[in-house]
Nanobody
Framework: QVQLVESGGGLVQSGGSLRLSCAHS????????MGWFRQAPGKQRELVGS???????TYADSVQGRFTISRNNAKNTLYLQMNSLKPEDTAVYYC???????????WGQGTQVTVSS
């Protein structure tokens, strides 16, 4: 059974940093892209960034240069390092695993990130 559990959210001032973690189990890592999405109140869920099994990341334009995705396969953990945070980064952040061939997706429960101005 696939499980994704996010942690590391919280309240931070504008310009600050946070690191989110996603502990996962039940995933054959070589078949899944991992990613982070976020959803702000009243808005659709949007992709923040993703990373392939061979560690090639992609990012949304809005976070490029500020956020970094990484994965530690030995620890079954996905990370999102967020620097230079802005109030518009405030959202619930979700960890995602998507099978590269089948398209099957799994989601974590989300972690709240709030950036104060």
């Amino acid at each position: 059974q696939v499980q994704l559990v996010e942690s590391g959210g919280g309240l931070v001032q504008s310009g600050g940093s946070l690191r989110l973690s996603c502990a996962h189990s039940g995933i054959d890592l070589w078949y899944y892209n991992m990613g982070w999405f976020r959803q702000a109140p009243g808005k659709q869920r949007e992709l923040v960034g993703s990373i392939t099994p061979d560690n090639i990341p992609t990012y949304a334009d809005s976070v490029q240069g500020r956020f970094t995705i990484s994965r530690n396969n030995a620890k079954n953990t996905l990370y999102l390092q967020m620097n230079s945070l802005k109030p518009e980064d405030t959202a619930v952040y979700y960890c995602n695993a998507k099978h590269r061939s089948l398209g099957t997706e799994h989601w974590g429960q989300g972690t709240q990130v709030t950036v104060s101005s």
